[in-house]
């Protein structure tokens, strides 16, 4: 599924509910991660870029 999502929408951030496995995808970071927030208020999600590493930037 990961090359697929990154051949659709590379560079856009995907927001992850781990308990459910509901995703939700936007170019832009803080709305993949309210996305999340709006359909499950109160679980914990990961929010990783859509790119062969998963981050944005360099340590």
């Known amino acids: 599924m990961r ?3 990154i ?3 590379y560079g ?3 927001a ?3 308990d459910s496995g509901d995703y939700f995808i936007d170019a832009n970071k ?3 991660h309210q996305k999340a927030n709006d359909k499950h208020l109160n ?3 990961c929010v990783f870029c ?3 590493t998963g981050a944005t930037g360099r340590i």
């Open 12 to 14: 856009w951030y995907i």
């Open 50 to 52: 859509l790119n062969e």
């Open 7 to 9: 051949e659709e929408d």
């Open 16 to 18: 992850v509910e781990p």
């Open 43 to 45: 679980s914990i999600h």
């Open 30 to 32: 803080m709305m993949a």
């Open 3 to 5: 090359p697929n999502l």
